[in-house]
């Protein structure tokens, strides 16, 4: 079946540096790729949706310079978390959509990725 | 606005019925679906419920809708330890790009 893959799956970081995440669809192309952030013990929150060849949408609240997502190919979208900070920690997953598959149930997600910035 | 609300925690023992509930305010949902969560894992997609069907059962998983109330609910028979996880409802609201509303999500713990 489709897989999505995500690296790393695991990264620390000091306060003030970027950290990059990448989301990988690893057998199908996917114009249209999402983000969410989850917090411990809590749902996942979309942050945005990234388009491949054009700029991402954001989500109210979420904040684009700091978050920045980069959609270059059909098969691969970036997060970089900008000068992080510990408030950013979170676990960060990605989800994508087949482009050859009609409706919404063909969505599939990463394994995703948890950031500890200290 | 759109809400997707579930209880919290739910606990089982082994080899019986597991129901989580679900309700969901966004009446322009075309799917309704449920999501598994390990610890320290990414979704897995369990199933999913087109918005003009009742019921769809996959094996030991059978989803109800009830679309006049909004509610939605998943049904684990035969609860086994290895289901102990964390079960998400969500919907994709009017919007049939992919982007889904989620749940906070339902411990489930399910006790030998």
């Known amino acids: 079946g489709a897989v999505v893959s995500q690296h790393p799956s695991r990264v620390i970081c000091k306060s003030g540096t970027s950290v990059k995440i990448e989301c990988r669809s690893l057998?199908?192309?996917?114009?249209?790729m999402f983000w969410y952030r989850q917090f411990p013990k809590q749902s996942l929150m979309l942050m945005a949706t990234s388009n491949e060849g054009s700029k991402a949408t954001y989500e109210q609240g979420v904040e684009k310079d700091k978050f920045l997502i980069n959609h270059a190919s059909l098969t691969l979208s970036t997060l970089t978390v900008t000068s992080a900070h510990p408030e950013d920690s979170s676990f960060y997953i990605c989800?994508?959509?087949?482009?050859?598959?009609?409706?919404?149930?063909?969505?599939?997600f990463g394994e995703g990725s948890r950031l500890t910035v200290l | 606005g759109e809400d997707v609300e579930q209880s919290l925690f739910l606990s089982v023992r082994e080899g019986d019925s597991s129901v989580i509930n679900c309700t969901y305010t966004d009446s322009s949902s075309t799917y309704l679906y449920w999501y598994k969560q390990e610890p320290g894992a990414g979704l897995q997609l369990l199933t999913y419920?087109?918005?003009?069907?009742d019921m769809k059962q996959d094996q030991r998983l059978t989803v109800l809708l009830n679309k006049k109330d909004k509610h939605l609910s998943l049904r684990i028979a035969d609860t086994q330890t290895g289901d102990s996880a964390i079960y998400f409802c969500?919907?994709?609201?009017?919007?049939?790009?992919?982007?889904?509303?989620f749940g906070q999500g339902t411990t489930l713990q399910v006790k030998p």
């Open positions: 989800s994508a959509r087949d482009r050859r598959r009609g409706g919404a149930g063909e969505l599939f």
């Open positions: 057998d199908f192309q996917a114009t249209t």
């Open positions: 969500a919907e994709n609201g009017s919007s049939n790009t992919g982007k889904l509303i």
């Open positions: 419920i087109f918005s003009n069907m």
